[in-house]
């Protein structure tokens, strides 16, 4: 059967992630796989590259499904659109190769996290960004996040509850910036652990207050109990935003940034 692959975007806030959970909770999977099974006139089963929590957005999620009845790429997008609310939206579609699988063949996953940094909170972006009233020292936050680039047990900022049967994950890059009053995290690694993106930002939030000194991170990195660390961050501002894959499967490449940040000229 063709296999399609898709690139999705949503807005998490009305959503309990992306997982299905059955259909009476709102969820990104459960609306897509709706949309996608009408214009594919047969019942499918999605598969994505990462599963986000409740409230967190992507900007570029990647979906793949297979299905016995061939559509054009535009059907995958406009067609499906049309069934969707307008908090999800499917911003390409092709098909590709069998060998391909959205979580499988990724070789990186890449999340920014949004941190409005002011005394006074944001009217206009709450849920879009994470407000901190705290002024935060965004060189130190960079500083402490060095020490946990490469092949690390990441269990000090691991969710109690996580599924994973391994700690270690290879962070890749991590940085972190100042544009004004907003603060950008920007993480990636070739896969990550259930919140770890939001318990590595609690931490980096204590460290940019001046709560814990820079070198805090790599002594919670080596303590390996999640016990000893900060408090998970708010979902809020976080975006799923690439995912990387051979190019051989000639999916799009590169950082796709929330619209409005893309104005802002963010990069």
Same mark, same amino acid.
């Given at each position: 059967?063709?296999?399609?692959?898709?690139?999705?975007?949503?807005?998490?806030? @009305?959503?309990?992630?992306? *997982?299905?959970?059955?259909? %009476?909770?709102? %969820?990104?999977?459960?609306?897509?796989?709706? +949309?996608?099974?009408?214009?594919?006139?047969?019942?499918?089963?999605?598969?994505?590259?990462?599963?986000?929590? %409740?409230?967190?957005?992507?900007?570029? *999620?990647?979906?793949?499904?297979?299905?016995?009845? !061939?559509?054009?790429?535009?059907?995958?997008?406009?067609?499906?659109?049309?069934?969707?609310?307008? !908090?999800?939206?499917?911003?390409?579609? !092709?098909?590709? &190769?069998?060998?391909?699988?959205?979580?499988?063949?990724?070789?990186?996953?890449?999340?920014?996290?949004?941190?409005?940094?002011? #005394?006074?909170?944001?009217?206009?972006?709450?849920?879009?960004?994470?407000?901190?009233? #705290? *002024?935060?020292?965004?060189?130190?936050?960079?500083? +402490?996040?060095?020490? $946990?680039?490469?092949?690390?047990?990441?269990?000090?900022?691991? +969710?109690?509850?996580?599924?994973? @049967? &391994?700690? =270690?994950?290879?962070? =890749? &890059?991590? %940085? /972190?910036?100042?544009? @004004?009053?907003? /603060? $950008?995290?920007? /993480?990636?690694?070739?896969?990550?652990?259930?919140?770890?993106?939001?318990?590595?930002?609690?931490? $980096?939030?204590?460290?940019?207050?001046?709560?814990?000194?820079?070198?805090?991170?790599?002594? $919670?990195?080596?303590?390996?109990?999640?016990? #000893?660390?900060?408090?998970?961050?708010?979902?809020?501002?976080?975006?799923?935003?690439?995912?990387?894959?051979?190019?051989?499967?000639?999916?799009? *490449?590169?950082? #796709?940034?929330?619209?409005?940040?893309?104005?802002?000229?963010? @990069?």
């Amino acid at each position: 059967m063709p296999r399609i692959a898709l690139i999705v975007a949503y807005n998490g806030q @009305q959503y309990h992630g992306w *997982q299905y959970q059955g259909e %009476t909770l709102p %969820t990104v999977q459960r609306d897509l796989m709706r +949309a996608v099974a009408t214009v594919a006139d047969t019942d499918i089963t999605l598969y994505c590259a990462g599963r986000t929590d %409740t409230g967190v957005h992507a900007s570029k *999620q990647v979906v793949h499904f297979d299905t016995p009845n !061939a559509r054009p790429d535009k059907a995958w997008t406009m067609g499906v659109n049309a069934h969707l609310p307008d !908090a999800v939206s499917v911003e390409w579609a !092709a098909e590709v &190769s069998a060998g391909f699988d959205a979580r499988r063949t990724a070789t990186a996953r890449r999340y920014l996290y949004f941190i409005h940094n002011s #005394r006074i909170r944001s009217a206009l972006m709450a849920g879009y960004v994470t407000h901190e009233h #705290r *002024q935060l020292d965004e060189h130190n936050m960079h500083e +402490a996040a060095q020490v $946990l680039l490469g092949e690390n047990d990441f269990s000090s900022f691991r +969710a109690a509850n996580c599924q994973s @049967q &391994s700690p =270690m994950r290879n962070l =890749m &890059s991590v %940085t /972190v910036s100042r544009r @004004q009053d907003l /603060v $950008l995290v920007d /993480v990636m690694a070739n896969a990550f652990l259930h919140h770890m993106v939001r318990n590595i930002v609690g931490a $980096l939030l204590d460290v940019g207050a001046g709560i814990r000194p820079v070198d805090w991170m790599a002594e $919670l990195l080596q303590l390996r109990d999640r016990n #000893r660390g900060s408090v998970t961050a708010s979902p809020e501002g976080l975006y799923l935003a690439d995912v990387l894959y051979p190019e051989e499967f000639g999916l799009p *490449q590169g950082l #796709r940034l929330p619209h409005f940040f893309q104005v802002a000229g963010l @990069q």
